[in-house]
């Protein structure tokens, strides 16, 4: 069996190269598919924790499943906001969007 | 008979629905709905204080417990319990608010002013008060609380009146608001206190025959105390938490002044001696010199400052401070002939103050200014007028033979029994003071050689005179022959203070 | 004697009748506040053959005099409201409910045509209810509710003609003035009933006789008691409303100014005599220094007042410090007697000025003046009544007064007795000055004496009534007297303290107290028969001294200061600190502090989403690494 540290490093570089595209990227597009990246990193964690400590259960499987959903969700939330502020203020980079100040 | 403390809050949250189903083009049909209602609360709450039995015991009637929630997991078997019963202390205070709130509708009578929406939400206070004064369960007391204080805010903010003097102003949105942050802060101390109160005794219940046969560690007692005493004493006017009171009844329409400062204020009092000290005899008792103190400088203090005010409701305001004062006073004595006095001071002051905001509003709906050095020989014009605020002025004063002196002879009694001889005296000096702002404001208004300005000024309204006159039937009543209040009260205070 | 109740319950029964459907009745019920009082005082007769009954010899049995209700009720507490009658409370009941009669009879032809007519029969009957209740009181809540009570009866009737600011602010003044001193007396019962643990009178005598006081207890708790008489009996410093409340209608100033309420202040001391006896002797000499104090004030003060009312109300002050004196003196037969025949006299007085009034419209003695010749009965009359003011024999101020010498000539030192003999030659003087001046001499308001003319006979009948009992009352004192009215041995006999006091009549006092009046009555007509010469140079010779007399040694003025400068710069104060300091900075204060942190801290919300996201991960950082550290 693959040792479970695999799981998590993989899981580890996933995860920080999401927060580095969350923080770095300023096209709002990019940000959305970094987090969608972290969101698999945990997916990933889920999984493998679930295989290696409750074999017989299958808890950690479904909240993958209700991850992926979610993220499915929340991107198809996520693009029509984006495609509503490119077309109101013709760009999606996140730094010229702050109307939600004060 | 549990039914009655059933229907005492059923009726007027049926009367607030029927309200809503009226159309708001027939503001008659409103009123003609509110009189009714009215009545019948008045009649119910007669029916509870002349239908109380006596016979020692816990002094609990009516008994009435309805599951709500129970095998939660976090709660016993009993959780939380629609539990309402009436004891000696809440019979007068039902009364009380049966006796104001009928009064109240007539006085109201002359609301144009979206007048459904009014009542809807006067009588959904109302429901409120009667909750707090029937329930035995902490968490449905907090509820009524709440449903109790709420609708101040609306009632101020729409139908209030801002008040401009010479320096400043009070809009009513201030009042509004300052008067709801005030009550929902100390609701907040009264909630953590439940929450604490209800962990501690692990019983897995809010209802307070439960509670209170628990016996708390003493520790916890003085820490809890004071979050109670706090929370409901600024409902209750304690110094120096008091400022929301006479900005609130200056602010609000006549009706709601008089259920404000003639019941909701005695819902802080009530709830200082139904939880506070009914729970934490030994946090009372190591608090008790602090009550003290502060009940006597809130009734110096309201009392000097009702001397200094020109504006009619001003002075009526402090003096509901420096009244209420008495009250706390009575309260901090822990014997039973103070705190006898204190709940009769609840009444008579909940009867007298209430007239005397029906009558400022009388004054006010014609004249359109309340500053006293602007009247002058009004007992010309309107002599019963006149001779209803002098009686509730005479009542608030301490005249014999009214109900105010029982309830403050019954005060000062306890206090030089319970040791607190210079709160006692000083207590009888506010009482000498109040006759000063009292007089003085007759003699400014009513009194003197006629102010020709006011030559078009009526005499009251029917509805006014017969609202005032009921409230003067009580006082006198209480004032001649107080058996009948204190026999009920007595019984439970002796219970409460476990001698 | 269980009637007894009766006598309080009418007079209350006709208020509550003529305050609902007095409109209604003809003459507005006049004729049923007068039929209350007068069967009260035929009730009176009944009461007093009762009380003679009991009595064995010169005992009394209290017990049987008493009657009573539990008002109040609950563990150790009881509040019982009880009446009784004894020798004290039989010589009230005689005054009360007869100057009551003599008054309302008077009242009739007085305030005829008055628009509040009803009103005043009522409010009189309200009067006359409480004042019977608080002589009739068998304990202290009654005496309480009852002294409160005709303090609030003087009150509307001092402000009965309420469209007059000055009457308005007198009634005020009354009510106040009278209410400082009830601070003082409620916080005495209260005192007694702590340790006493009753509010029963007997009962809390036989608890101090017993010794259940301490001195020092005691002796404060009848001080406390004591300023509530000095309110109502207008003693020094309180008597300031007295002279004010002559704003009022003159009959009441008769019934309740001079006959009735101010001296329930000597009555409750009177009554409490057995306290004083056991406190400390300071409890006594503070008595006797304030009656001595207000005699000679209101003595030298009605030498300069020009308000006819006003210089009775000032001799009014004056018996009311020589009562004090008495009761100072442990006589409380001396001080009764003297109540018994000042009640008389000084409502004959007030009546009769008020008959002046009535005729002339006019009260200032400068404008009046030659009316003996248009009104002789009304002359007549108010010469006895002001002889026996200045006690002259053998009218009954004479007797009273000379028994109030002797007692303290008998037990205060020298001072004392010198003062009170010195006041007697005063009161002559000035006594003599308004007789003088309203009735002798030349008119010097023409017009106003025209139209003056004797009273109708409603109200000269009651004048004549009291003129009798004026020269009569005083006999009471001898045991002959006293043998014919059924209690033997006089009134020294039938009213004491301790044992029967039997009428002294020492020929020195009597001789040196009609000297000094004589004295007085004679430099009366020295100085200001005629033109007044005399009376004007000798005010101009002790100017200081008469201004100081005219501002009533300046007490009303530092009253006042003290109201304007103390009392409401003081509410002013409050009222300032509760809106400035407790509402504006404290209230207000705290809410813009919360406002100004929540603009302080909006300015965190830049609206840009990476700056979001790096507090995001700064915080999941901060507290991984905390829970790693602390390892919950």
């Known amino acids: 069996m693959i040792p479970i540290e695999n799981f998590l490093v993989l899981s580890g570089i996933l995860f920080s190269i999401g927060i580095y595209g969350v923080l770095a990227r300023r096209n709002a597009v990019l940000i959305i598919m970094s987090v969608e990246l972290m969101l698999q990193a945990v997916s990933i964690n889920f999984i493998a924790f679930a295989v290696y400590l409750h074999p017989e259960q299958f808890t950690g499987l479904i909240f993958a499943i209700f991850v992926i959903t979610i993220a499915a969700a929340e991107v198809g939330l996520a693009l029509g906001i984006i495609l509503r502020i490119f077309r109101n203020k013709g760009t999606a980079n996140v730094d010229e969007v702050d109307m939600l100040k004060w | 008979m549990d039914w009655v403390l059933f229907a005492l809050i059923a009726i007027p949250v049926g009367a607030v629905l029927v309200f809503m189903l009226i159309p708001s083009r027939y503001p008659q049909l409103v009123r003609n709905v509110a009189v009714v209602s009215g009545f019948a609360m008045f009649v119910l709450s007669v029916l509870v204080f002349v239908k109380y039995e006596f016979g020692g015991g816990s002094g ?57 929406d009014y009542f809807v939400l006067l009588f ?28 101040m805010y609306l009632l101020i903010a729409v139908w209030g009146a801002s008040s401009h003097f010479g320096t400043f102003t009070r809009t009513k949105e201030y009042a509004a608001m300052k008067l709801v942050l005030y009550l929902v802060g100390g609701s907040v101390l009264i909630f953590i206190g439940i929450i604490a109160t209800f962990m501690e005794a692990g019983q897995g219940t809010f209802d307070l025959p439960v509670l209170g046969a628990v016996t708390y560690d003493e520790n916890f007692q003085k820490a809890v105390f004071p979050l109670f005493a706090l929370g409901f004493g600024i409902l209750a006017g304690l110094w120096p938490f008091h400022t929301w009171s006479p900005d609130g009844h200056v602010a609000a329409p006549t009706a709601v002044s008089m259920l404000h400062a003639g019941v909701l204020m005695k819902l802080g009092a009530f709830g200082i001696l139904r939880v506070a000290i009914t729970l934490f005899p030994e946090g009372a008792e190591f608090w008790a010199p602090v009550l003290m103190t502060l009940g006597v400088t809130g009734a110096l203090y309201g009392a000097v400052s009702a001397m200094a005010q020109r504006d009619l409701k001003y002075m009526v305001g402090y003096s509901s401070v420096s009244h209420m004062g008495f ?20 009444f008579a002051h909940g009867v007298m103050t209430a007239l005397m905001f029906a009558m400022v509003g009388a004054v006010y709906d014609q004249a359109h200014v309340r500053d006293m050095t602007l009247f002058g020989g009004l007992a010309q014009k309107t002599p019963r007028l006149a001779a209803f605020f002098a009686i509730a002025g005479l009542s608030s004063l301490g005249l014999p033979g009214l109900a105010g002196f029982v309830a403050e002879f019954h005060i000062f009694v ?86 | 004697m269980e009637e007894a109740w009766l006598i309080p319950a009418l007079p209350a029964a006709a208020f509550v009748i003529l305050l609902l459907f007095g409109k209604y009745l003809p003459r507005h019920g006049d004729w049923l506040a007068i039929g209350a009082i007068a069967t009260s005082f035929v009730l009176f007769f009944f009461v007093l053959a009762d009380l003679l009954d009991d009595m064995v010899g ?60 009803g009103w005043y029969f009522a409010a009189i009957s309200l009067f006359a209810a409480a004042m019977l209740t608080l002589v009739l009181a068998d304990n202290f809540l009654l005496l309480y509710a009852a002294w409160e009570g005709v303090g609030f009866g003087s009150y509307l009737l001092i402000g009965f003609w309420h469209e007059k600011r000055s009457a308005t602010e007198a009634a005020k003044k009354a009510f106040i003035t009278t209410r400082i001193g009830d601070v003082g007396l409620l916080i005495g019962i209260i005192l007694l009933w702590r340790e006493a643990g009753t509010f029963d009178m007997s009962e809390i005598f036989e608890f101090a ?30 008597h300031v409303w007295l002279p004010d409340a002559m704003e009022g209608p003159t009959p009441v100033s008769a019934l309740i100014h001079a006959a009735t309420m101010v001296v329930a202040g000597v009555y409750l001391v009177a009554r409490l005599m057995p306290l004083f006896a056991a406190a400390d002797p300071i409890a006594l000499n503070v008595v006797t220094a304030i009656g001595l104090t207000t005699v000679m004030m209101s003595a030298t003060m009605g030498l300069v007042a020009t308000d006819i009312k006003r210089v009775i109300a000032y001799s009014t002050i004056n018996s009311l410090g020589l009562m004090m004196v008495a009761l100072g003196s442990l006589s409380v037969s001396a001080a009764m007697l003297y109540l018994f025949a000042h009640s008389f006299f000084k409502a004959l007085l007030f009546l009769s000025a008020g008959s002046v009034i009535h005729a002339t419209e006019r009260q200032e003695v400068s404008e009046l003046g030659g009316l003996a010749r248009r009104m002789p009965v009304t002359a007549a009359v108010f010469a006895v009544g002001a002889l026996s003011m200045a006690g002259i ?104 303290l301790e044992g029967p006091e039997a009428f002294h009549f020492p020929w020195d006092v009597a001789v040196l107290s009609t000297l000094s009046a004589v004295a007085g009555l004679a430099g009366g007509f020295y100085f200001w028969s005629g033109a007044a010469e005399p009376a004007r140079r000798a005010g101009e010779l002790f100017r200081p001294a008469y201004e100081i007399l005219k501002r009533k040694f300046f007490m009303d003025d530092i009253y006042q200061w003290a109201i304007d400068r103390v009392v409401l710069a003081a509410g002013g104060v409050i009222a300032w600190f509760d809106r400035n300091v407790v509402n504006d900075t404290g209230v207000d204060g705290s809410a813009r502090l919360g406002v100004f942190a929540g603009f302080g801290m909006k300015f965190l919300e830049t609206g840009k989403l990476p700056n979001y996201a790096l507090a995001i991960v700064t915080g999941v950082i901060v507290l991984a690494i905390v829970f790693m550290v602390v390892r919950v």
């Open chain 2, 60 to 116: 609990l009637r009516f008994d009435l417990q309805l599951d709500w929630l129970e095998n939660v997991a976090f709660l016993g078997e009993n959780g939380i319990t629609y539990h309402l019963a009436v004891d000696g202390i809440s019979a007068p205070m039902v009364l009380l608010t049966g006796i104001v709130i009928f009064a109240g509708v007539f006085i109201s009578w002359n609301i144009d002013y979206r007048n459904k």
């Open chain 2, 124 to 151: 959904l206070l109302v429901s409120g008060v009667f909750g707090v004064f029937l329930s035995l369960d902490l968490f449905f007391l907090f509820f009524f609380y709440e449903v109790a204080v709420l609708p």
């Open chain 2, 327 to 346: 009250v706390l006073m009575g309260l901090a004595t822990l014997t039973t002939i103070g705190v006898n006095g204190a709940v009769l001071q609840m």
């Open chain 2, 414 to 499: 306890g206090t030089f029994r319970a040791g607190y001889e210079w709160a006692g005296v000083l207590g009888i000096l506010a009482a000498a003071i109040t006759a000063t702002y009292i007089l003085r404001m007759l003699a400014m208004a009513f009194f003197g050689p006629f102010n020709e300005r006011w030559a078009g000024l009526k005499e009251m309204r029917l509805g006014e005179q017969f609202g005032g006159a009921l409230l003067i039937v009580f006082i006198v009543f209480m004032g001649v022959w107080p058996a009948p209040f204190i026999d009920r009260i007595s019984e439970s205070v002796e219970f409460i203070l476990r001698v």
């Open chain 3, 58 to 117: 010169t005992e009394f049995d209290k017990a049987l005099g008493q009657s009573g209700i539990e008002w109040v009720s609950f563990g150790d507490f009881e509040l019982r409201l009880g009446f009784q009658v004894d020798q004290l409370a039989i010589v009230m009941l005689a005054v009360v409910t007869f100057i009551t009669l003599m008054v309302l009879v008077y009242s009739t032809g007085y305030m005829k045509g008055d628009p509040r007519y």
């Open chain 3, 209 to 238: 006789e017993s010794g259940g006081y301490s001195s020092e207890y005691l002796t404060m708790a009848v001080l406390f008691l004591f300023a509530g008489a000095v309110g109502k009996s207008a003693q020094f410093p309180l």
């Open chain 3, 393 to 496: 024999v053998p009218l009954a101020g004479f007797w009273a007064k000379d028994e109030i010498l002797n007692v303290a000539g008998d037990s205060q030192n020298f001072v004392v007795y010198g003062f009170l003999m010195l006041s007697v030659f005063i009161t002559a003087l000035y006594m003599t000055r308004v007789v003088i001046l309203t009735f002798l001499g030349e008119p010097r308001d023409r017009e106003a004496h025209q139209h003056a003319h004797d009273a109708e006979p409603v109200m000269t009948l009651p004048l004549l009534l009291l003129a009798g009992l004026t020269v009569m009352a005083g006999f009471v004192v001898f045991d002959g007297v006293g043998e014919a009215l059924g209690f033997p041995g006089g009134i020294g006999e039938f009213v004491f």
